[in-house]
């Protein structure tokens, strides 16, 4: 946008002539829904400028958003302490022996995850 400085601080200012966009993305922490029902909240903010020295204050309307709750998702894998195959250092070929790997994902979280 045309903005600048920070806006996050207020510092932000927007120069004659120009147009700016401001958006803010939202994360919520996983305290914002922490059971298996997701939570609705009602976020509305204040848009406030200084013209000619003179302080507005504008109410920005609040909407509702729904948050969900988090999966968290714990991984616990397994390998073959060795693995054989073809050494590239050597003109003669070794047999390949196949290695296996195996895991474990765990959802401990009360969020679906997909």
């Given at each position: 946008?045309?903005?600048?400085?920070?806006?996050?601080?207020?510092?932000?200012?927007?120069?004659?002539?120009?147009?700016?966009?401001?958006?803010?993305?939202?994360?919520?922490?996983?305290?914002?829904?922490?059971?298996a029902?997701?939570?609705?909240?009602?976020?509305?903010?204040?848009?406030?400028?200084?013209?000619?020295?003179?302080?507005?204050?504008?109410?920005?309307?609040p909407?509702?958003?729904?948050?969900?709750?988090?999966?968290?998702l714990?991984?616990?894998y397994?390998?073959?302490?060795?693995?054989?195959?073809?050494?590239?250092?050597?003109?003669?070929?070794?047999?390949?022996?196949?290695?296996?790997?195996?895991?474990?994902?765990?959802?401990?979280?009360?969020?679906?995850?997909?």
């Open positions: 946008g045309g903005f600048s400085g920070d806006l996050s601080l207020g510092t932000g200012y927007l120069g004659g002539q120009r147009t700016g966009e401001a958006l803010w993305l939202m994360i919520p922490t996983r305290l914002a829904a922490p059971t029902a997701s939570v609705r909240y009602d976020v509305g903010a204040d848009l406030q400028y200084t013209l000619q020295g003179i302080v507005t204050t504008i109410p920005i309307f909407d509702t958003i729904t948050v969900q709750p988090d999966p968290e714990h991984l616990s397994f390998l073959d302490k060795y693995v054989f195959g073809d050494d590239p250092f050597t003109d003669e070929s070794e047999d390949i022996q196949p290695a296996f790997l195996g895991a474990l994902l765990q959802n401990v979280g009360r969020g679906t995850a997909q």
